[in-house]
C-alpha cells in the first residue's frame, strides 16, 4: 500500500503513474551486521517502457521521488537502488500463429 499511496501523489502532481512489481523475501545477513533471523526484503522492480515514457532522466527522478516517499512512509528503512539496461518486449495479443 505504501508504494500506491505515493505513486498516485507522484500522479496527481506530474500525470505519471510508475507502476511497480513488488516481491518480500527472507533476508540472510550476520548478526554482526545487525541482522536477525526473522529480517525481511522487500525488493521492487519497475520497468520503464521507453515507448511511453521517454526521457530516462524524468522517470528514474519521479521514481526516486517515490522512494523517498515510501522511505518516510516505512520509518526510514535501510534501501539499495540499481538502475539496469534491458531489452524489454510486451505483446498486446498473441496469435495461435505467432512464436517468441
Same mark, same amino acid.
Given at each position: 500500500m505504501f508504494w500506491r499511496i505515493a !505513486?498516485? #501523489?507522484v500522479y496527481e502532481n506530474t500525470g505519471v503513474y510508475i507502476s !511497480? *512489481?513488488?516481491c518480500e523475501h527472507k533476508l540472510i545477513c550476520? #548478526? *554482526?551486521l545487525g541482522c536477525k533471523m526473522d529480517e525481511r526484503c522487500v525488493q521492487i522492480v519497475c &520497468?520503464?517502457?521507453?515507448?511511453e515514457f521517454h526521457s530516462r532522466e524524468v522517470y528514474f527522478e519521479l521514481l526516486k521521488r517515490?522512494? &523517498?516517499k515510501v522511505k518516510k512512509q516505512m520509518k526510514n528503512p535501510k534501501a539499495a537502488? =540499481? !538502475?539496469e539496461q534491458i531489452e524489454f518486449t510486451y505483446f498486446n495479443s498473441v496469435? #495461435? =500463429?505467432d512464436t517468441l
Open positions: !505513486a498516485d #501523489e !511497480a *512489481m513488488i550476520g #548478526e *554482526m &520497468v520503464r517502457n521507453p515507448s517515490i522512494l &523517498v537502488f =540499481t !538502475a496469435n #495461435e =500463429t
